[in-house]
């Protein structure tokens, strides 16, 4: 059983810059893929970053490539998100998962943190 809750969502002007952070309970975090998905208002879910247990290895949708960071500290259990250059179209609600494999079909999910982008 992995517990997770966001941090560190926010309204802030486009060009702006935030950190989310997801703190992790369990002593197993450093087994799991960790990722960062989003949902606007109106519309689905989406993937934007995932780390591999090690860190040594990211993957970010093509929307955010350049801009966000995915990071990931197993010794404080807590994955990142570094958003730079930040978009209106950014704007949604931030979603941090743990999962043992990339199907996230038995995924861990946080509550979310929200993410608002003034123009």
């Known amino acids: 059983q992995v517990q997770l809750v966001e941090s560190g969502g926010g309204l802030v002007q486009a060009g702006g810059s935030l950190r989310l952070s997801c703190a992790a309970s369990g002593r197993t975090f450093s087994s799991y893929i960790m990722g960062w998905f989003r949902q606007a208002p109106g519309k689905e879910r989406e993937f934007v970053a995932v780390?591999?247990?090690?860190?040594?290895?990211?993957y970010y949708v093509d929307s955010v490539k350049g801009r966000f960071t995915i990071s990931r500290n197993n010794a404080k259990n807590t994955v990142y998100l570094q958003m730079n250059s930040l978009k209106p179209e950014d704007t949604a609600v931030y979603y941090c998962?743990?999962?043992?494999?990339?199907?996230?079909?038995?995924?861990?999910w946080g509550q979310g943190t929200q993410v608002t982008i003034s123009s």
């Open positions: 998962a743990a999962s043992l494999d990339s199907s996230w079909s038995d995924a861990y």
């Open positions: 780390i591999n247990w090690s860190g040594g290895s990211t």
